[in-house]
């Protein structure tokens, strides 16, 4: 295959490779990386000034290679700007996308390096939403962000820096469930508490709950 051309975008982060078989637009940092390992040269002025240039097939498949890894990692950022993504959440957008497993890989790392994705980030900011809008307790918080990606010693260290009041919104969710009134019958009680455990407060949490409004 040879290349033609070469065109750099306005804002000098990208190059477009056009070629006899077709365009490639790749980082302007792939672009560097492929000249030096793919071509055999780090001199970016000398190589455009001998155009057209064949490159070898071994070259084709890394050109392709650097063109999909951009890709991946627009498609990365579009759907980071819809919303937030766990590094395992992202992933999976990604492989649905059908980006390869190498692709998928660089474009995370790049993200990462570039902190527009940090799972501890992610995490603090979902357990603030978790207790305070949803009114969850730990448990219930671990169990929705393990399933999201984030790991369990992770959920739990954030959990203890944030400055969460469960006790508050464990209050607060009991006057919600019981509309005010204090529930009196075994089974009004057993109803109540069975709601707050999957609420996610522990057995200790709910009980002293009670005890606060009488015996249980």
């Known amino acids: 295959m040879d290349i033609l051309s070469v065109c750099k975008s306005e804002s000098g982060n990208e190059v477009t ?10 980082s302007k940092a792939d672009y560097a990386c492929f000249l030096k ?10 190589f455009e000034e001998h155009l057209p240039i064949f490159i070898p097939e071994s070259a084709v498949n890394e050109l392709e290679f650097f063109a999909e890894k951009l890709k991946a990692i627009k498609y990365a950022m579009y759907i980071l700007g819809i919303g937030d993504k766990s590094e395992k959440q992202l992933r999976e957008k990604l492989k649905l996308k059908s980006y390869s497993p190498r692709a998928c890989d ?9 902190e527009y994705i940090s799972d501890e980030r992610y995490c603090a900011r979902k357990c603030e939403i978790l ?3 949803k009114l969850f307790g730990k448990y219930r918080i671990i ?25 508050e919104n464990l209050n607060t969710l009991f006057e919600k469930l019981t509309d005010g009134e204090i529930p009196e019958t075994r089974e009004q ?12 407060y522990s057995y200790d949490e709910v009980s002293e709950l009670f005890f606060r409004y009488g015996d249980y």
Request: glycine letters at 6%.
């Open 189 to 200: 009680k057993k109803k109540i508490s069975d709601k707050l455990l999957r609420y996610g």
């Open 106 to 114: 660089e474009a995370i790392s790049v993200l990462k390096k570039n």
């Open 131 to 133: 207790a305070n809008t």
């Open 37 to 46: 390992d793919s071509v055999g040269t780090a001199d970016i002025s000398e």
């Open 143 to 167: 169990s929705e962000l393990f399933a999201k990606g984030i790991s369990r010693s992770l959920c739990e260290r954030v959990l203890e820096e944030c400055e969460i009041d469960f006790e």
């Open 17 to 26: 490779l056009k070629t006899d078989s077709g365009y490639f637009n790749i």
